[in-house]
């Protein structure tokens, strides 16, 4: 099958898109990343306006950006939808137009023209430029939302009208068709939609937005007026302004009259380089399983789009890993993979890399970046490759015994997906796709506690290794080094992704060396094993060790909890889960890349500390210790005074700065005397260094640095044995969780990088949104202090920036203080509204020695103790008891002050307090001539006033 682009070949179709928008004084912007590195709140771009968002939102620092003056522009956006709100991944491979990774071809106003020309330009663009038939296309309008108080877009369904689209052309749609949102968050509006009929001769409007595949969106025109709140309120923007999307690919298609996006000469060179290296069927263009029936075709669609995507991916920063951007690129590197070996028959190893010319010779003249960073796009690809085709053989194995044990449930079992997953770094929805081959059902939830299982188990085997862990002493030692003659252990695949084989050279349990794991009576017990060679890292220089595990096959499995260096011996401690190893079996060494990569990200984020720190506060900071584990960094340095908020802000923000640079990490080893001559190098004085020594540097080469190493000021260089990224960008943020100091001149930092500092910054702004605001908006009321306390330990307790921490609590200090001043005063007019009954009661009763009364309004004990210590402060030589009700508490406040000539009748402050409390419950306590109680019956309150008058009455008072 040959691509038949006609007159309209992709390059042209992108080309006359941009020209045309050029013509109308739109300044063409260059794409942005695909990696938003300043927006949390997205996982991709996934439009073309991520790059405007600050515009849109009205945030833009008019002094620091080419946007500031921007008026309108045009450019081709590279998006991806394979996670997050927006993932088309499932839908990649069996239908004619998704796609993981997309062309976004836009035109935008910022505060410029709005509704009417947005429209014109569209429709003047397909139709005269493009030559669209007009009675193919049908075109939406958001229909309103009450939810939102949000009214129908009338003005766009009568531009249409104007434009001379009839009236069964123009069809309403709802928030999910008709109202755009890029996020969570964010800058969003109502949108106006293109759709084209690939078939023609007939009215579709019926089949608009209904997944029928020669009925396409092409066109989404957003209106961009709101801004969607983390309440889920929205708000207008600052100014009114035109977001447009127009899918490039399915453009092509319908220019070069195809039925497929896939038919085009976009992806037909793809599909030709594919044949080449698997020597499989020319593409047919076939879909569904009744005419794909060996499913070349769909993988054939499956592996054009991965590859497109990874290669922009990577590119742009999202280094294949398990967190976040990194996550959904392995994920889609995989799939891709696996698609390509089973129904392609590829050879894996160097199986994408050799497809990568393809995709940059497609793509250069829209995305030179690709063409710069193409050797590191393949070494990245042929090092997953490589890594994933080891375990891809034993995991669809394992997966084949698992669908067997589980053919007549038709239901795999939660715990082999885990299993898979966790053993073999089968992604969930790759398993789920093998699944679906074998006609078996997933329960996710039997997915999630397997995981959760999972994670319980390792804190149980970690609380072990912490009592239990086997070590190495002098003499055991010497006797691998002597009597096993063993040499030491080669651990220089550390520094190496993927898995090695090695083998077992030692097993060691109970202070004795044995010949097999067989000879441990119990399974569960921790044992260590020694190996010719090790990609673990073993815990050193501050950075903990890896955990993992050493499999044999099907056969046998151990996982590795704890690596330890003793005289050159790595032991690699841990349990055995199933099988046995015997001293010479072969075994698959797999670090948890998981935890290698989190580790690897705060070692390099500490890297940037020790450099951020010498720059803000000088030359003489030295480093005086570090513990770099996967949940944090930990930075100990020399510093004479303590460290001011200015500072710290300053450290932070230069830190962000340089891993947002996305600056490449190098490491090699030079001689130890030429390390030292470095101007900049950073060491911990005192340490011993090997020679040759392993120097680390961020942002430029080693052999840079050996020719003249005294121009080097600028870069961080480190003399360092521990794991890194290969790029900064690869931490997406640091966040300092605390700073303090240790003892004199030496003080302490503790920071997250990577998903935790993301997660930090997301938390600090729920506790924001949800507690502190709401604090902020709401009115005094008895309940305030209580909430606001609430909130303060709460924050105490948050793991979040130490500043942000510092602001909000500050924030929650000063609704504290207003609401002890809004309390004050409230307990003032409580005082006086007592005091005035009491003397209101003496001016009309002049001859009145006395006083009991039920207050009519609510008080507290406080107040009543005021209120009586005011009055005797008077000399009234009046005896008094005065109970109440307090709301706030639901309990009875009452006191009682004797008057002088009144103590010489008998009457005693105590006792007429006891007998009243008596009647109300609780206690009552005091010395002389005040006593005060609280009760905890409020009903018996009419019963005290009684008891209280009796006694007096009792009395002759």
């Not at 038949?4 to 080309?15: G, I, L, S, T, Y």
């Not at 669209?132 to 531009?159: C, H, I, M, Q, W």
């Not at 007998?915 to 009760?935: D, Q, R, Y």
Request: glycine letters at 8%; a negative charge; proline letters at 3%.
């Amino acid at each position: 099958m040959e691509a038949n682009p006609h007159e309209w070949p992709a390059k042209k179709v992108r080309d006359t898109f941009l020209d045309f928008f050029k013509q109308k004084g739109h300044t063409f912007i260059p794409s942005s990343s695909v990696v938003p590195h300043d927006d949390p709140s997205l996982l991709f771009v996934n439009s073309g306006m991520c790059q405007y968002k600050s515009v849109f939102e009205g945030t833009l620092d008019p002094k620091s950006s080419i946007f500031s003056q921007l008026r309108r522009s045009t450019g081709s956006q590279k998006c991806i939808r394979a996670g997050g709100k927006h993932n088309d991944l499932d839908d990649v491979g069996k239908d004619s137009y998704h796609h993981t990774f997309f062309e976004m071809l836009g035109n935008w106003s910022f505060g410029d023209y709005f509704k009417k020309e947005a429209i014109e330009y569209a429709w003047e663009l397909l139709t005269q430029i493009y030559g669209l038939d007009p009675d193919r296309l049908y075109v939406t309008y958001f229909e309103g939302d009450a939810r939102y108080a949000l009214d129908s877009d009338d003005e766009a369904k009568n531009l249409w009208r104007a434009m001379g689209v009839l009236d069964d052309h123009i069809i309403k749609g709802n928030m999910k068709d008709n109202f755009w949102e890029m996020g969570e968050t964010g800058p969003c509006g109502p949108s106006i939609e293109l759709h084209y009929d690939k078939i023609g001769g007939r009215n579709a409007a019926h089949l608009v937005n209904q997944d029928d595949p020669n009925i396409i969106e092409i066109w989404n025109v957003v209106f961009m007026q709101f801004n969607r709140e983390a309440d889920k309120t929205l708000t207008l923007l600052p100014r009114q302004n035109i977001d447009t999307g127009l899918g490039f690919e399915r453009l092509v298609s319908i220019l070069q009259n195809k039925s497929s996006n896939y038919d085009t000469d976009i992806f037909f060179p793809l599909f030709q380089r594919i044949q080449e290296v698997t020597g499989t069927r020319p593409y047919m263009g076939m879909f569904g399983s009744e005419d794909d029936v060996d499913g070349v075709d769909t993988a054939y669609r499956v592996v054009a789009d991965h590859i497109r995507t990874c290669v922009i991916a990577i590119t742009d920063g999202a280094i294949p890993n398990n967190v976040g951007q990194g996550y959904v690129i392995r994920r889609i590197l995989r799939r891709g993979l696996r698609y390509a070996k089973k129904y392609l028959q590829a050879q894996l190893g160097s199986f994408f890399s050799s497809i990568v010319p393809t995709v940059i010779m497609q793509m250069e003249d829209i995305f030179p970046e690709v063409r710069e960073k193409e050797q590191m796009v393949k070494d990245i690809l042929d090092e997953e490759e490589k890594s994933f085709a080891v375990n891809l053989v034993r995991g669809e194995a394992m997966f084949n015994k698992f669908a067997e044990q589980c053919k007549d449930s038709k239901e795999l079992p939660g715990s082999c997906v885990w299993r898979l997953y966790d053993t073999y770094g089968f992604p969930m929805d790759l398993t789920k796709l093998m699944a679906e081959e074998k006609g078996l059902r997933i329960n996710d939830e039997e997915v999630a506690r397997a995981q959760e299982m999972a994670r319980e188990a390792s804190k149980g085997d970690d609380k072990k290794i912490t009592f239990s862990l086997p070590t190495l002493d002098v003499h055991q030692i010497a006797t691998l080094e002597k009597l096993h003659d063993l040499p030491k252990t080669d651990d220089t695949a550390k520094y190496r992704k993927g898995t090695i084989k090695a083998s077992v050279k030692a097993l060691y349990y109970g202070k004795r060396f044995l010949t097999s794991t067989s000879e441990i009576s119990e399974s569960e017990e921790q044992f260590g094993v020694i190996l010719d060679k090790t990609n673990f890292y073993a815990e050193s220089g501050g950075q903990t060790f890896d955990i993992g595990r050493l499999v044999i096959d099907n056969t046998a499995e151990m996982t590795v909890q704890n690596v330890q260096s003793y005289g050159g011996f790595i032991l690699h401690t841990g349990s055995m889960q199933h099988g046995s190893l015997t001293v010479g079996d072969e075994v698959v060494a797999q670090y948890d890349e998981a935890h290698r990569e989190a580790i690897q990200m705060n070692h390099t984020g500490t890297h940037i500390l020790n450099f951020g720190l010498r720059d803000v506060l000088g030359d003489h900071i030295t480093q005086k210790g570090s513990v770099i584990t996967p949940e944090r960094l930990r930075f100990d340095f020399a510093h004479r005074t303590s460290i001011t908020d200015e500072e710290l802000q300053a450290i932070e923000e230069g830190a962000n700065m340089d891993i947002k640079f996305d600056e490449e990490v190098f490491a090699s080893y030079i001689d130890l005397s030429t390390a030292r001559a470095i101007l900049g190098v950073r060491a911990i004085p005192g340490e011993v260094y090997p020679d040759p020594v392993r120097v680390v540097s961020i942002g430029i080469r080693i052999d840079e640095l050996v020719p003249d190493p005294t121009d080097c000021l600028f870069f961080s260089i480190e003399l360092c044995g521990g794991t890194h990224v290969d790029r900064t960008g690869t931490i997406k943020e640091l966040v300092v969780l605390d700073e303090s100091g240790l003892a004199k001149g030496i003080r302490r930092i503790v920071a997250i990088t990577g998903q935790s500092a993301l997660e930090a910054r997301r938390l600090a702004n729920r506790f924001e949104v949800d507690e502190l605001i709401p604090l902020e908006n709401s009115a005094f009321s008895p309940e305030k202090e209580k909430l606001a306390k609430d909130a303060q330990a709460k924050l105490t307790n948050l793991s979040i920036s130490i500043l942000t921490k510092k602001a909000l609590m500050k924030r929650l200090e000063k609704i504290v203080k207003e609401v002890n001043k809004e309390q004050k005063k409230v307990q003032k007019a409580r005082v006086d509204a007592v005091i005035e009954l009491v003397e209101a009661h003496f001016e009309l009763n002049k001859t009145s020695t006395s006083f009991v009364a039920q207050l009519p309004f609510n008080s507290t004990a406080k107040a009543i103790a005021d209120a009586i210590k005011y009055l005797t402060s008077k000399n009234l030589d009046k005896s008094i008891y005065l109970i109440s009700v307090d709301n706030d508490t639901g309990r009875v406040a009452h006191g009682c002050f004797v008057a002088p000539k009144h103590s010489s009748s008998g009457l005693v402050a105590s006792e007429w307090a006891a007998v009243v409390a008596g009647a109300v419950g609780g206690k009552a306590g005091g010395k002389g001539p005040t006593s005060m109680g609280t009760g905890i019956d409020a009903s018996k309150v009419d019963e005290g006033v009684e008891i209280a008058l009796k006694y007096l009455e009792n009395l002759k008072i």
